[in-house]
Nanobody, 120 residues
Framework: VQLVESGGGSVQAGGSLRLSCAAS????????MGWYRQAPGKQRELVAA???????VYGDSVKGRFSISRDNAKNTVYLQMNSLKPEDTAVYYC???????????????WGQGTQVTVSS
Protein backbone atom coordinates (compact mmCIF):
# COMPACT_ATOMS: atom_id res chain seq x y z
CA VAL A 1 0.00 0.00 0.00
CA GLN A 2 1.29 3.44 -0.83
CA LEU A 3 0.06 7.02 -0.88
CA VAL A 4 1.11 9.35 -3.68
CA GLU A 5 0.57 13.08 -3.32
CA SER A 6 0.45 15.70 -6.04
CA GLY A 7 -0.49 19.33 -6.53
CA GLY A 8 2.02 21.21 -4.40
CA GLY A 9 3.93 24.20 -5.68
CA SER A 10 4.54 27.90 -5.27
CA VAL A 11 1.84 30.55 -5.23
CA GLN A 12 1.42 34.16 -4.17
CA ALA A 13 -0.54 35.12 -1.10
CA GLY A 14 -4.26 35.02 -1.79
CA GLY A 15 -3.90 32.29 -4.38
CA SER A 16 -5.19 28.74 -4.44
CA LEU A 17 -3.80 25.22 -4.76
CA ARG A 18 -5.40 21.80 -4.80
CA LEU A 19 -3.60 18.80 -3.36
CA SER A 20 -4.45 15.20 -4.23
CA CYS A 21 -3.44 11.98 -2.53
CA ALA A 22 -4.18 8.59 -4.08
CA ALA A 23 -3.87 5.30 -2.24
CA SER A 24 -2.93 2.20 -4.19
CA UNK A 25 -2.03 -1.40 -3.56
CA UNK A 26 -3.81 -4.28 -1.88
CA UNK A 27 -6.48 -2.21 -0.14
CA UNK A 28 -9.37 -3.74 1.74
CA UNK A 29 -10.83 -0.54 3.12
CA UNK A 30 -9.86 2.99 4.09
CA UNK A 31 -11.13 4.69 7.22
CA UNK A 32 -10.05 8.24 8.03
CA MET A 33 -7.95 10.22 5.57
CA GLY A 34 -6.30 13.53 6.26
CA TRP A 35 -3.71 16.15 5.59
CA TYR A 36 -0.98 17.30 7.94
CA ARG A 37 1.73 19.89 7.46
CA GLN A 38 5.12 20.63 8.89
CA ALA A 39 6.91 23.94 8.59
CA PRO A 40 10.66 24.26 9.27
CA GLY A 41 11.37 24.16 12.98
CA LYS A 42 7.78 23.32 13.87
CA GLN A 43 5.88 20.19 14.79
CA ARG A 44 3.67 18.41 12.32
CA GLU A 45 0.08 19.60 12.71
CA LEU A 46 -3.33 18.52 11.52
CA VAL A 47 -4.70 20.54 8.63
CA ALA A 48 -7.90 18.61 7.92
CA ALA A 49 -9.30 15.11 8.14
CA UNK A 50 -12.31 13.28 6.73
CA UNK A 51 -13.99 10.03 7.70
CA UNK A 52 -15.18 7.41 5.24
CA UNK A 53 -18.68 8.78 5.76
CA UNK A 54 -17.66 12.33 4.93
CA UNK A 55 -17.45 13.97 8.36
CA UNK A 56 -14.69 16.56 8.47
CA VAL A 57 -12.50 18.36 10.96
CA TYR A 58 -10.17 21.30 10.36
CA GLY A 59 -7.28 22.95 12.13
CA ASP A 60 -8.20 26.34 13.52
CA SER A 61 -5.77 28.20 11.27
CA VAL A 62 -7.34 26.91 8.04
CA LYS A 63 -11.05 26.96 8.86
CA GLY A 64 -13.02 28.80 6.21
CA ARG A 65 -10.12 28.74 3.73
CA PHE A 66 -9.38 25.04 3.14
CA SER A 67 -11.76 22.27 2.18
CA ILE A 68 -11.13 18.52 2.35
CA SER A 69 -13.01 15.95 0.26
CA ARG A 70 -12.56 12.37 -0.87
CA ASP A 71 -13.55 10.05 -3.68
CA ASN A 72 -13.95 6.61 -2.13
CA ALA A 73 -14.18 4.90 -5.52
CA LYS A 74 -10.75 6.29 -6.40
CA ASN A 75 -9.23 5.93 -2.91
CA THR A 76 -8.28 9.58 -3.18
CA VAL A 77 -8.42 12.53 -0.83
CA TYR A 78 -8.23 16.17 -1.88
CA LEU A 79 -7.37 19.42 -0.16
CA GLN A 80 -8.59 22.62 -1.76
CA MET A 81 -6.61 25.53 -0.36
CA ASN A 82 -7.90 29.05 -0.94
CA SER A 83 -6.81 32.47 0.32
CA LEU A 84 -3.35 31.10 0.97
CA LYS A 85 -1.07 32.95 3.37
CA PRO A 86 2.73 32.89 3.76
CA GLU A 87 2.24 31.07 7.07
CA ASP A 88 0.68 28.18 5.14
CA THR A 89 4.13 27.42 3.72
CA ALA A 90 5.06 23.88 4.73
CA VAL A 91 5.48 20.33 3.55
CA TYR A 92 2.02 18.80 3.36
CA TYR A 93 1.61 15.10 4.13
CA CYS A 94 -1.30 12.83 3.40
CA UNK A 95 -2.28 10.19 5.96
CA UNK A 96 -4.75 7.34 5.66
CA UNK A 97 -5.94 4.55 7.94
CA UNK A 98 -5.90 1.51 5.66
CA UNK A 99 -6.85 -2.10 6.13
CA UNK A 100 -5.01 -4.29 3.66
CA UNK A 101 -7.00 -7.05 1.96
CA UNK A 102 -5.21 -9.78 3.88
CA UNK A 103 -5.57 -8.29 7.35
CA UNK A 104 -8.31 -7.41 9.80
CA UNK A 105 -6.61 -4.39 11.36
CA UNK A 106 -5.89 -0.89 10.06
CA UNK A 107 -2.48 0.75 9.76
CA UNK A 108 -1.59 4.41 9.38
CA UNK A 109 0.09 5.15 6.07
CA TRP A 110 1.82 8.41 5.12
CA GLY A 111 2.61 9.98 1.81
CA GLN A 112 6.05 11.30 0.93
CA GLY A 113 5.05 14.93 1.34
CA THR A 114 4.59 17.77 -1.10
CA GLN A 115 5.98 21.29 -0.69
CA VAL A 116 3.64 24.26 -0.62
CA THR A 117 5.27 27.69 -0.70
CA VAL A 118 3.27 30.90 -0.38
CA SER A 119 5.05 34.16 -1.07
CA SER A 120 3.93 37.58 0.13
Amino acid sequence: VQLVESGGGSVQAGGSLRLSCAASGSIGSINDMGWYRQAPGKQRELVAAITSGGSTVYGDSVKGRFSISRDNAKNTVYLQMNSLKPEDTAVYYCKAQIRARTTWYTTDHWGQGTQVTVSS
